[in-house]
């Protein structure tokens, strides 16, 4: 066969637009499926949403300690609050008390209602 034949010329003619297929199709890929592709994009965004509310919860309830670390001190003594947690860390209860029990347990802190009757 000659280099002149029908055959070689469609081959040559074929040669270029199979290689830039070839190299579109693997950008293409790996724009979509690589390590920094569209779909690692877009799981990673679902991720920072998650994130995002693990921050607003730890947020909320770090604001809620705070809050309840300032009610100990002693320049801002709750005398309610002091007695509440006295009696929830000794176990004890004044005989005119109503005592609450939450069907999951105490979740956050006993809860210890006095009744004034």
């Known amino acids: 066969m000659s ?8 081959l040559k003619q074929a040669v270029a637009p199979v290689i830039a297929f070839t190299v579109m199709a693997y950008f293409i890929f790996h724009s979509v499926e690589g390590e920094r592709g569209l779909l690692a994009y877009w799981s ?56 609450l029990f939450h069907r999951d347990g105490y979740q956050d802190m006993a809860t210890i209602v006095a009744a004034s009757q």
């Open 44 to 99: 990673m965004q679902d991720r920072v949403t998650e994130i995002a509310k693990v921050l607003e919860d730890t947020t909320e309830s770090r604001k809620n300690l705070e809050q309840h670390v300032l009610s100990l001190r002693a320049s801002h003594l709750d005398p309610d609050l002091l007695d509440e947690r006295a009696r929830a860390m000794l176990n004890a209860a004044h005989p005119d008390d109503v005592i």
């Open 3 to 10: 280099s002149n034949s029908p055959v070689f010329r469609r």
